[in-house]
């Protein structure tokens, strides 16, 4: 009880004498701290209101006197005893699906406490018809995974600092809660100087069969960056090569990649700024500017299905033979959010067609 505060500690009196029970306590029988009685605008109750208003009590009877707006030292009553009976349940946000989206900041710390209020706060949600309940725990609140767990919540994702738990509340309907991310993103580099070589690498950590392989510079793209930006610093972070982006030349989607997730690898055509290459000793062993003939001409590049083909693509795009796509920035009205759409040719207007965008 030491890390407990006051207020917690109110509540989980109340939790043990019953819920109900503890409302219809008297004032002057409760203790009620500052902190719990505090709501936004509005002062705590102090001891001397307790004492002074002994009469009034929790629950029904109370809450009569409450939609009467019974004020004591000029201030609402009505208004304290909602605050009070809020603090009980946790506190949420509908979503437009029609669940439930935890307030992460606003946990109690400790877990008797928080396993009172999400009990309370499911038969909350239960009663008023929400669907689906978002639970973000922090992970200095780790401690609160295993209620919830016990509580029927199940895993949903975790990152560095939280675990998701999902709740689904209708028993006679399907869960419709979207599964966690399927997908990893990756990009991988194609970059073609004036004397048709290609940028290639060899990788630190790689399977015996690929050691000693020249491959393209690869890597994964970060949260809430474009696959565009994301190979153009891929390149630069393994090689130290400066590029400009042009197309998406074809793209690869494989599945049980890592940890059972899926994969989808964005193969990219770059144009080089600059030539010097400056490796990264810890991802990368070697790089350099290799002859494209010299580069297809590996077994293992010779032998592969998908790397085989890539190069065909690109050699068909040299030749513009070939279109890959460009990504243009758009708003859509849908989600308001600017995003990229990858698309080529656009008939009636030439000029947005990249296919003759040269390399070099
Ligand atoms: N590397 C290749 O030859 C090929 C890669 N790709 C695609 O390229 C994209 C990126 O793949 P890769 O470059 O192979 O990524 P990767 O598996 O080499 O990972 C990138 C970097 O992350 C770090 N890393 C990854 N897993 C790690 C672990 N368990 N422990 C410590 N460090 C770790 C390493 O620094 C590694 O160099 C993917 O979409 C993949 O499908 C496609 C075909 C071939």
Known sequence: MDSVSLSEAT????????????????????TISPRFCHTKGSRAISSNVSNTKSQYVYGESLAATADSDYKMNGVSLKNRISSVKERLLLDAFDDEY??????????????????????????????KGKKGVWLKLPVEQSELVP????????????????????????????????????????????????YKEVLVVQEKYCTSSNTGLWKLPTGFINESEEIFSGAVREVKE???VDTDFLEVIAFRHAHNVAFEKSDL???????????????????????????????????????????????EICEAR???????????????????RPSSLYYNVVDDDPSDSNCTAEFY
């Open 318 to 336: 040299l030749r513009h033979r070939y279109c890959g796509l460009s990504p243009h920035r758009l708003v859509s009205t849908f989600d308001g």
């Open 265 to 311: 690898f964005f193969i990219c055509m770059l144009k080089p700024l600059s030539y010097k290459i400056i490796i990264d000793n810890l991802e990368i062993k070697a790089a350099k500017w290799m002859p494209l003939v010299e580069f297809v001409e590996q077994p293992m590049i010779k032998g592969d299905k998908m790397f085989k083909r890539v190069i």
């Open 147 to 194: 209620v919830a767990v016990k509580e029927g919540f199940e895993y949903h994702h975790a990152e560095k600092g939280y675990v998701m738990l999902t709740y689904w509340i209708p028993e006679e309907e399907p869960c419709m809660l979207p599964g966690n991310a399927s997908h990893q993103v990756g990009v991988g580099g194609f970059v073609l100087n004036q």
């Open 11 to 30: 509540v989980m009196r109340r939790t043990h004498l019953g819920f109900m029970h503890s409302f219809r306590q008297p004032f002057s029988g409760v």
């Open 238 to 240: 393994e090689t130290g």
């Open 98 to 127: 029609g669940g439930v989206v935890v307030d992460h900041g606003k946990l109690p710390s400790n877990p008797t406490v928080f396993t009172s209020m999400l009990r309370n706060s499911l038969s909350d949600w239960r009663r």
